[in-house]
């Protein structure tokens, strides 16, 4: 579980950079199920990667002493469907600039997994084919 001291060092450094929005942590350090080789995945959400980059939010908060290697992902709105569903429907949110920019965010994740869900399945479907055709 994440402690408060790590979620406020985490929110005073990001809310230094206007672009950042939201940011979320995932897997082990949520549900508790922490193991050795566990690592602390956070996920920094921002309006364009093009305008910040995974560097940039590095040095935000590289002077915090994580509890384990640091799996930093920084995404945008055009980041994989799935991914950012995993983001909001697995993980907690520790950093908000805004309860409008939280809501939006959930609700485009959610409607862009649910409106891609057709599509992959038709991907998944020729995949199968082609690999069992292949077989």
């Known amino acids: 579980m994440i402690d408060n001291n790590l979620t406020k060092q985490i929110n005073t450094a990001l809310s230094k950079e206007p672009k ?3 940011a979320y942590v995932l897997g082990s350090a ?3 199920r922490v193991k050795k080789e566990s690592d602390f995945d956070l996920a ?3 309006d364009d990667v093009s305008r910040l980059d995974h560097k940039d939010v590095y040095n ?3 002077h915090i002493s994580f509890p384990k290697d640091l799996d930093l992902s ?3 709105k055009r980041s994989s469907p799935i991914f950012l569903f995993q ?3 697995t993980g907690k949110c520790i950093y908000q600039k805004s309860e409008q920019a939280k809501v939006y965010f959930e609700v485009f994740a959610a409607r862009n997994y649910y ?3 057709h599509i992959r399945k038709i991907y ?3 995949l199968k084919d082609k690999f069992a055709y292949a077989g």
Request: glycine share 4%; net charge negative.
């Open 30 to 32: 949520v549900s508790g």
């Open 87 to 89: 983001v909001i429907s």
């Open 20 to 22: 950042i929005k939201l």
């Open 60 to 62: 935000l908060i590289s």
């Open 44 to 46: 920094v959400v921002i």
């Open 115 to 117: 409106d891609s869900a």
């Open 74 to 76: 920084v995404v945008d």
């Open 124 to 126: 998944y479907s020729y």
